[in-house]
T-cell receptor, first 114, second 110 residues
Framework: DSGVTQTPKHLITATGQRVTLRCSPR?????VYWYQQSLDQGLQFLIQ???????AKGNILERFSAQQFPDLHSELNLSSLELGDSALYFC?????????????FGPGTRLTVL | QKEVEQDPGPLSVPEGAIVSLNCTYS??????FMWYRQYSRKGPELLMY????GNKEDGRFTAQVDKSSKYISLFIRDSQPSDSATYLC??????????FGTGTSLTVIP
């Protein structure tokens, strides 16, 4: 167990809908990262937050947004969902802001868009 | 062209074999290199981390980086059934955004 928690574990929804994925980092970790994992694209970095501020942005679509709250938990919002958004979404956390510090991954949220 | 290329396998070896996993990359500015192991239905966990070129050894695992060839490798000695997992390589220029390979699926047969 990495100490990173993600809810929900599974999510099934329809195209056009909006969902929110939640992540609680390990105790003491200030940085949170979001990744999308699909079979054909592998693990894709979406966005990083450090102590409430956006630190780095990767291949995140405009339909997606994230935030990190004062208690350091983070939420990833996915809107106008498309079939291609079906994937595993991972959250990871690390102590410091630079991601070459070891990232601890949560168990993921499996999103299915029908 | 993808930033990082990794043979997806699957790779199947007998217990005790030496396993070689590889990734190639196109960005010569990459300096940080990592290997992650991902068991089925779990998140990735960091196995090895290397900065710049050279070798790093940790128990049965050895990571090699050849920046001149843009090629990294992970060797697993005396492979065990518990090593059966998907192995992901990852790399970064400045350590703040990592590019992952698609992963190689490994099965070690008892």
């Amino acid at each position: 167990d990495s100490g990173v928690t993600q809810t929900p574990k599974h999510l099934i929804t329809a195209t056009g809908q909006r969902v929110t994925l939640r992540c609680s980092p390990r105790s003491g970790d200030l940085s949170v990262y979001w990744y999308q994992q699909s079979l054909d694209q592998g693990l894709q970095f979406l966005i990083q937050y450090y102590n409430g501020e956006e630190r780095a942005k990767g291949n995140i679509l405009e339909r997606f947004s994230a935030q990190q709250f004062p208690d350091l938990h983070s939420e990833l919002n996915l809107s106008s969902l498309e079939l291609g958004d079906s994937a595993l979404y991972f959250c990871a956390s690390s102590i410091q802001g630079a991601s070459y510090n070891e990232q601890f991954f949560g168990p993921g949220t499996r999103l299915t868009v029908l | 062209q993808k930033e990082v290329e990794q043979d997806p396998g699957p790779l199947s070896v007998p217990e005790g074999a030496i396993v070689s996993l590889n990734c190639t990359y196109s960005n010569s500015a990459f300096q940080y290199f990592m290997w992650y192991r991902q068991y089925s239905r779990k998140g990735p966990e960091l196995l090895m981390y290397t900065y710049s070129s050279g070798n790093k050894e940790d128990g049965r695992f050895t990571a090699q980086v050849d920046k001149s060839s843009k090629y990294i490798s992970l060797f697993i000695r005396d492979s065990q059934p518990s090593d059966s997992a998907t192995y992901l390589c990852a790399m970064s220029e400045a350590g703040n955004q990592f590019y992952f390979g698609t992963g190689t699926s490994l099965t070690v047969i008892p």
